[in-house]
């Protein structure tokens, strides 16, 4: 897959597109108004915008039963299955004329009885297609000169539900069909696919060479849109709460059209609008292949007859059904899986949810304070799935103590693992309210937990977890001004500031001084301000 970047805004795609009913002139809360009811904020939208994130799937089994479930794919096994012990079949390896209706029947596409129609055949010859081209079936040629066809070596495990056979036929068909897909969409208006597929200008035939190279264009285009496309939905997918995967096609197209760090414009809308033309049919075939669920763009919509303004316009924002005739799309845990290997194939680091849990505590914790491209709660879900909460709590505790540069984080990871185990971890913790580094923690975890005996922290273990708990925040956001702020400002500060940064630039922990910096920068309190920056400075300075 192409590496996805936001589209520059030069030019727009096309002036046919822009003046269909897809209006330009729509309001944005109308044609974005799905973005609150699908989960897809601003800055869910900034985030899936950068990150290739890890995404959950299921297992293989189970992805090769949802391949075997997708018609085209059934269509080409019973096909190929059909052609035992062989088939005769023309020059081209296509069905002959007298085989065709039996095979649109086969395949339920038609009556038993009666006449099929000519729609049938042609779903049976495109499955028929595929088969061959997923070497499904084989073809050859017998001393008599017939051409035949007989099943490949594939079929067997493929029918009998081989998930590494079926996953790769699978995946197979999803690239021709994504291949093809951007090929129907690569002629431009003027330009007519001949039957062998080459395209000739409807103007001058001097014109041939300029036409083709047009077209090379057009394509190259359309591939970079559907790839932008495809990772622009595995990426949405993967930070979406479940049931809320489902992106109207115009927050796919504004996500690709509007540069980065802007906000969608007024003036952006006619590009929205022609992105979402151009996908529109792109996607309706990947869906045939199960990559994904879309649901395309209302027809009606373009009818201009009546030459009216179409309902939605208006100052009203789009309700739910009305929002849908712009498109919907919805990527597929087996359209998932086939973009993660397109993705592997390219270089990109792709991960899984659960490839940083597969070790002791200790492991988990380093992987995930140590990998930038993780989703840290997903992790540490699938590591405490099934273990016994005692045991679990106990090696996680041992493996978040240390002084390094990463102590604080795991410390909070730990916190949060604690709390995915629930109360009956309780044992466990309470055996660590001594500890210097994990007592305060402890302490605030039990009276989370509704504990009422929970002794009160000594002044030293108090200022040290204050430290440590700040630092962990200040380590997991990345310098994010607006959070620290608000953490900032809940700091227990009371009465003599000068007293309580007096207290805590002694603390003994290896972020003290980051901590009081970070308050000196960004506390509202010019006074606490300066005596925070007064306290990092004797704390950098006692080293």
Same mark, same amino acid.
């Given at each position: 897959?192409?590496? &996805?970047?936001?589209?520059?805004?030069? *030019?727009?795609?096309?002036?046919?597109?822009?003046?269909?009913? /897809?209006?330009?002139?729509?309001?944005?809360?109308?044609?974005?108004?799905?973005?609150?009811?699908?989960?897809?904020?601003?800055?869910?939208?900034?985030?899936?915008?950068? /990150?290739?994130?890890?995404?959950?799937?299921?297992?293989?089994?189970?992805?090769?039963?949802?391949?075997?479930?997708?018609?085209?794919?059934?269509?080409?096994?019973?096909?190929?299955?059909?052609?035992?012990?062989? &088939?005769?079949?023309?020059?081209?390896?296509?069905?002959?004329?007298?085989?065709?209706?039996?095979?649109?029947?086969?395949?339920?596409?038609?009556?038993?009885? $009666?006449?099929?129609?000519?729609?049938?055949?042609?779903?049976?010859?495109?499955?028929?297609?595929?088969?061959?081209? #997923?070497?499904?079936?084989?073809?050859?040629?017998?001393?008599?000169?017939?051409?035949?066809?007989?099943?490949?070596?594939?079929?067997?495990?493929?029918?009998?539900?081989?998930?590494?056979?079926?996953?790769?036929?699978?995946?197979?068909?999803?690239?021709?069909?994504?291949?093809?897909?951007?090929?129907?969409?690569?002629?431009?208006?003027?330009?007519?696919?001949?039957?062998?597929?080459?395209?000739?200008?409807?103007?001058?035939?001097?014109?041939?060479?300029?036409?083709?190279?047009?077209?090379?264009?057009?394509?190259?285009?359309?591939?970079?849109?559907?790839?932008?496309?495809?990772?622009?939905?595995?990426?949405?997918?993967?930070?979406?709460?479940?049931?809320?995967?489902?992106?109207? #096609?115009?927050?796919?197209?504004?996500?690709?059209?509007?540069?980065?760090?802007?906000?969608?414009?007024?003036?952006?809308?006619?590009?929205?609008?022609?992105?979402?033309?151009?996908?529109?049919?792109?996607?309706?075939?990947?869906?045939?292949?199960?990559?994904? %669920?879309?649901?395309?763009?209302?027809?009606?919509?373009?009818?201009?007859?009546?030459?009216?303004?179409?309902?939605?316009?208006?100052? %009203?924002?789009?309700?739910?059904?009305?929002?849908?005739?712009?498109?919907?799309?919805?990527?597929?845990?087996?359209?998932?899986?086939?973009?993660?290997? =397109?993705?592997?194939?390219?270089?990109?680091?792709?991960?899984?949810?659960?490839?940083?849990?597969?070790?002791?505590?200790?492991?988990?914790?380093?992987?995930?304070?140590?990998?930038?491209?993780?989703?840290?709660?997903?992790?540490?879900?699938? =590591?405490?799935?099934?273990?016994?909460?005692?045991?679990?709590?106990?090696?996680?505790?041992?493996?978040?103590?240390?002084?390094?540069?990463?102590?604080?984080?795991?410390?909070?990871?730990?916190?949060?693992?604690?709390?995915?185990? $629930?109360?009956?971890?309780?044992?466990?913790?309470?055996?660590?309210?001594?500890?210097?580094?994990?007592?305060?923690?402890?302490?605030? =975890?039990?009276?989370?937990?509704?504990?009422?005996?929970?002794?009160?922290?000594? &002044?030293?273990?108090?200022?040290?977890?204050?430290?440590? *708990?700040?630092?962990?925040?200040?380590?997991?956001?990345?310098?994010?001004?607006?959070?620290?702020?608000? #953490?900032?400002?809940? #700091?227990?500060?009371?009465?003599?500031?000068?007293?309580?940064?007096?207290?805590? =630039?002694?603390?003994?922990?290896?972020?003290?001084?980051?901590?009081?910096?970070?308050?000196?920068?960004?506390?509202?309190?010019?006074?606490?301000?300066?005596?925070?920056?007064?306290?990092?400075?004797?704390?950098?300075?006692?080293?």
């Amino acid at each position: 897959m192409a590496g &996805r970047r936001r589209k520059n805004t030069g *030019t727009s795609a096309g002036d046919g597109a822009a003046e269909a009913v /897809l209006p330009a002139d729509l309001e944005l809360q109308d044609l974005y108004g799905a973005f609150a009811a699908h989960g897809l904020d601003d800055e869910d939208m900034d985030d899936a915008a950068v /990150l290739v994130p890890p995404v959950k799937l299921p297992a293989e089994p189970e992805l090769a039963e949802q391949a075997k479930a997708v018609p085209m794919f059934g269509y080409a096994l019973a096909l190929a299955r059909w052609a035992a012990p062989h &088939r005769v079949v023309d020059e081209f390896g296509d069905l002959v004329e007298a085989d065709r209706a039996p095979a649109a029947r086969l395949l339920g596409l038609a009556p038993a009885e $009666g006449e099929v129609p000519e729609e049938a055949e042609i779903e049976a010859l495109r499955a028929w297609s595929l088969a061959c081209d #997923l070497d499904l079936v084989e073809l050859g040629t017998t001393a008599q000169g017939e051409h035949v066809a007989v099943p490949g070596p594939d079929l067997e495990p493929a029918e009998q539900g081989d998930p590494e056979t079926v996953l790769e036929l699978w995946l197979t068909a999803a690239g021709i069909v994504r291949e093809l897909a951007v090929e129907a969409d690569s002629f431009p208006e003027e330009t007519e696919p001949e039957a062998d597929g080459e395209a000739e200008p409807a103007g001058d035939v001097e014109e041939d060479e300029d036409g083709l190279s047009e077209v090379e264009e057009a394509r190259d285009e359309a591939a970079e849109l559907l790839d932008e496309a495809l990772q622009v939905l595995y990426e949405t997918t993967a930070f979406a709460e479940p049931g809320n995967e489902t992106v109207p #096609l115009g927050v796919l197209a504004a996500l690709l059209v509007v540069p980065e760090g802007e906000e969608p414009s007024e003036e952006l809308l006619g590009d929205i609008t022609d992105v979402m033309v151009a996908l529109d049919p792109m996607l309706g075939d990947l869906a045939e292949l199960g990559l994904l %669920e879309y649901r395309p763009i209302d027809p009606e919509l373009f009818d201009e007859e009546d030459g009216e303004e179409p309902a939605v316009v208006g100052e %009203e924002p789009l309700d739910e059904e009305e929002s849908a005739r712009f498109g919907l799309v919805r990527l597929t845990p087996l359209g998932q899986y086939g973009i993660r290997q =397109w993705l592997l194939e390219d270089g990109y680091d792709a991960p899984l949810v659960g490839d940083l849990a597969q070790g002791d505590a200790a492991e988990l914790l380093r992987a995930v304070c140590e990998s930038a491209n993780v989703l840290p709660e997903e992790e540490l879900r699938v =590591w405490v799935a099934g273990r016994e909460p005692v045991a679990a709590a106990r090696e996680l505790l041992a493996a978040s103590r240390g002084a390094d540069g990463f102590g604080p984080l795991r410390r909070m990871l730990c916190v949060s693992a604690l709390n995915l185990l $629930g109360s009956p971890a309780e044992p466990a913790v309470r055996e660590v309210l001594d500890d210097r580094e994990l007592g305060g923690a402890a302490r605030a =975890w039990l009276t989370a937990q509704g504990a009422t005996d929970v002794p009160v922290p000594d &002044r030293a273990m108090a200022l040290w977890t204050v430290v440590d *708990t700040f630092a962990a925040q200040l380590l997991d956001s990345g310098g994010d001004a607006a959070m620290l702020r608000d #953490l900032i400002t809940d #700091l227990p500060v009371k009465g003599d500031p000068a007293a309580w940064f007096g207290e805590l =630039w002694r603390v003994d922990h290896p972020y003290a001084a980051d901590v009081l910096e970070a308050i000196g920068e960004l506390h509202p309190d010019r006074a606490l301000a300066k005596e925070a920056r007064k306290a990092a400075f004797k704390a950098r300075s006692k080293g």
